[in-house]
């Protein structure tokens, strides 16, 4: 496959079931782009993330070698407060750091982890990880001044909170911002420069965990006829009509990507891992709060704790081993037993009436091929993903209904979607392809050797 330029329009989240099979004669526009090009599951990293996913498909590199496992990690075997993996700690070559070293021209929008922006050939604007826009988000500078006057005077990078109880507000301000990031991606389609274009709308994530409850008939939680029931539908049907707009602009020697970095699944509850800790007698805290409380480090019995947690999609569990940890009490030698044990219990945890949920814990190294900086020492899918992780203390309960940092219904979902069209691309479903089968299959379309050391594959 040879094109002249590529286009990929990123949907964070965006789910295969609802785009090829329960909407897809709702979405006149990615089913046009699917029926007359390749189309699929795109399996996701592990975990199954926005950051590093976005990251890994950018740069065709697992979150092992890229050194970071989710948003938040560590710097150290210290105890301190995770650190948020920005654009600061990508180290791997992105796309369009190498189309800029081949003379090519790159808009990039929005896509997660670029903010703090580096160089490039081309025009960047930060993601959803910008405090605010006081700061300088954009590459050039000057574009932030731009995006505002095309974008009804204010740009919005992402909503300000989407757990909240505030639905209707919400819905709004998810529209607005959707409606005027393609404002900018028209104006730019025309007037800039560009063999790579590529933005991402983080609209498509933020709706599934906000109104997920009301979409999904098998969700606990659901309600027929209640008015928010077709909110994801009807807002699905928006961004297909707004990817119409663009499409109507993209040059007709272009190849075109709708690509999502994961999937949606309902979330049957949360599993509260430290409280689970304490209760296996692995985790011991100085004062036990009162009410449900975020877990803070400072109040860890390290002499009385071989492990601890963190909440989120998936957990990350920490051990405390001598001689690694300040404190540290597990010995060397008994690493790899004591871990074995926790796997083994993490995954015999059923739900609050004790059945079985099909947990799978994850040792970084049988995922990645290097593991580099600090992993965690394993990653956790609750009920492969059905269920999240609460991090709190305080909870008295293994099981809660409620996400312990605010309304959310749906977790995320192994696989994410793709769908490639243009030039030399032969129609069909594809099996098997692969987050970082992308970049490579950029580079190829534009004519670029594909480094050896990517680990996906051009998309044949």
């Not at 990929?8 to 965006?14: A, P």
């Not at 699917?34 to 699929?40: C, K, Q, S």
């Not at 910008?130 to 992402?158: H, Q």
């Not at 989120?312 to 940890?325: D, P």
């Amino acid at each position: 496959m040879r094109a002249d330029r590529v286009f990929i329009f990123g949907m964070d989240c965006m789910a295969p079931q609802l785009v090829f099979e329960q909407w897809r004669h709702e979405l006149p526009n990615l089913a046009r782009l699917a029926d007359g090009g390749a189309w699929g599951e795109l399996r996701s990293t592990d975990p199954p993330i926005t950051v590093p996913a976005w990251t890994a498909m950018m740069t065709s590199k697992d979150p092992g070698t890229l050194g970071f496992y989710g948003f938040r990690n560590r710097k150290s075997y210290d105890y301190d407060e995770l650190y948020f993996a920005n654009a600061s700690y990508v180290k791997e070559k992105t796309l369009w750091q190498l189309l800029s070293r081949n003379r090519k021209t790159s808009v990039v929008l929005g896509v997660p982890q670029t903010y703090p922006p580096k160089p490039l050939n081309g025009t960047l604007v930060g993601c959803f990880l910008t405090p605010d826009k006081g700061t300088s988000y954009t590459y050039p500078d000057e574009v932030k001044y731009e995006l505002d006057r095309l974008a009804e005077g204010d740009y919005i990078i992402d909503v300000k909170d989407f757990r909240t109880e505030d639905k209707d507000a919400l819905l709004e301000h998810i529209y607005t911002m959707t409606r005027r990031r393609f404002m900018v991606v028209r104006d730019w389609v025309k007037t800039k420069d560009w063999d790579f274009f590529m933005f991402v709308e983080m609209g498509v994530d933020r709706i599934h965990h906000a109104f997920w409850r009301y979409h999904d008939v098998n969700h606990r939680l659901y309600e027929k006829g209640h008015k928010l029931e077709f909110a994801i539908r009807d807002y699905y049907k928006y961004v297909d009509e707004q990817i119409g707009t663009v499409l109507a602009l993209i040059p007709k020697d272009t190849q075109i990507w709708v690509v999502s970095d994961h999937g949606a699944r309902t979330m049957a509850g949360a599993v509260c891992v430290n409280e689970f800790f304490m209760r296996e007698g692995l985790l011991t805290l100085k004062d036990k709060p009162a009410k449900p409380t975020k877990l803070k480090t400072s109040n860890i019995d390290w002499s009385k704790t071989a492990c601890w947690g963190e909440g989120g999609y998936y957990s990350r569990i920490f051990m405390n081993v001598k001689g690694r940890e300040p404190q540290g009490i597990i010995e060397p030698s008994d690493y790899e037993r004591t871990r074995d044990m926790i796997k083994a219990k993490l995954e015999a945890l059923g739900d609050e009436k004790g059945n079985p949920i099909g947990t799978v814990a994850h040792k970084p190294e049988d995922l990645y091929r290097t593991v580099n900086n600090v992993a965690p020492d394993l990653i956790v899918y609750f009920g492969d993903l059905a269920w999240r992780s609460a991090g709190s203390v305080g909870m008295d309960a293994l099981h809660v209904f409620e996400n312990d940092t605010g309304p959310d219904d749906a977790n995320h979902a192994k696989e994410g979607m793709f769908i490639l069209s243009g030039p030399g691309v032969v129609p069909g479903k594809r099996e098997g392809t692969r987050i970082y089968d992308v970049a490579p299959t950029v580079l190829s379309t534009l004519g670029i050797p594909v480094p050896e050391d990517m680990i996906g594959k051009v998309i044949k």
